[in-house]
């Protein structure tokens, strides 16, 4: 693989980089309002980012139409337009921060049991996913990212398959980023709704599915790598969450004191922002 993980794996790909990128020239001319500068410019300048589609969909119509899609949904959805700072600084517990291995290669690590399902609060939560995702994208390039969550102790409180389903389809537009998932000590109970959930996933994506209990990691990652929380060495600090506010400070996110309330009564074993 190339040192540079923008650039090409195969150069073999590089005509067909050239056409895409060419035509994705011609459509921001006729639709630029559809296209946010910063995809622009990556796919005018880093091979891995056009790539990436000729790889996963081979066809060369079939990868120009899903990057054109994969830009249009990044503008439509605003994944630029939020820093980490417009998120609660709680958001990174819940959801768990990512590493780098000894190789450089991006890990997510993730506890299941932070994770419940708050009507009022999911679509910020998929906004937060989705800004993790394209962050973590970029810092991974070619490479790729793998997650790995905790599941010991969750149960089906801590499930949102409509939250599972919504991140399938984001994966969609950023092809190839996921390599591993490792869901790790996962209780009996929840084995049959993971192995439901997992029969909708797409092909490409069930593949890197696996189940592995906490001794396993080893297999994968030196102790070094790995967080304590997992059994590793690893101490751990959640990214840039001292740059972030409280969910209680965030006025702009428009929530009501009602809501807010409810927000750290069912996460109250997590947070206490009364004290």
Not at 49 to 69: G, H, P, W
Request: charged letters at 25%; a negative charge.
């Amino acid at each position: 693989m190339s040192a540079d993980i923008h650039g090409l794996t195969d150069i073999s790909n590089q005509t067909k980089v050239a056409e895409i990128r060419q035509k994705f020239a011609i459509e921001v001319q006729t639709n630029p309002h559809l296209y946010h500068d910063i995809d622009i410019e990556r796919v005018r300048c880093e091979d891995w980012q056009v790539e990436r589609f000729v790889i996963d969909y081979q066809s060369l119509d079939k990868a120009y139409d899903m990057l054109v899609k994969a830009m249009r949904w990044k503008k439509s959805y605003g994944v630029h337009d939020r820093s980490h700072t417009y998120f609660p600084k709680e958001f990174q517990i819940i959801f768990g921060s990512y590493t780098r291995d000894s190789e450089g290669r991006v890990i997510r690590w993730a506890v299941g049991k932070n994770y419940r399902k708050i009507a009022d609060f999911s679509q910020i939560f998929q906004q937060f996913l989705c800004h993790c995702v394209e962050t973590e994208d970029r810092l991974s390039g070619n490479r790729g990212i793998t997650g790995v969550n905790l599941m010991s102790g969750a149960g089906m409180s801590n499930m949102d398959m409509a939250n599972g389903m919504f991140m399938i389809e984001v994966m969609s537009y950023y092809p190839l980023v996921l390599r591993l998932s490792l869901g790790v000590d996962l209780p009996w109970i929840l084995s049959g709704l993971i192995k439901f959930f997992l029969s909708l996933c797409p092909k490409n994506i069930r593949n890197k599915v696996k189940i592995i209990s906490m001794n396993e990691l080893g297999e994968y990652y030196d102790a070094e790598d790995i967080p304590t929380t997992f059994g590793g060495n690893l101490e751990i600090s959640h990214t840039y969450i001292d740059e972030m506010s409280a969910l209680y400070e965030c006025k702009h996110l428009g929530f009501s004191d009602k809501q807010i309330d409810n927000f750290y009564e069912v996460y109250k074993d997590l947070f206490d922002y009364k004290n």
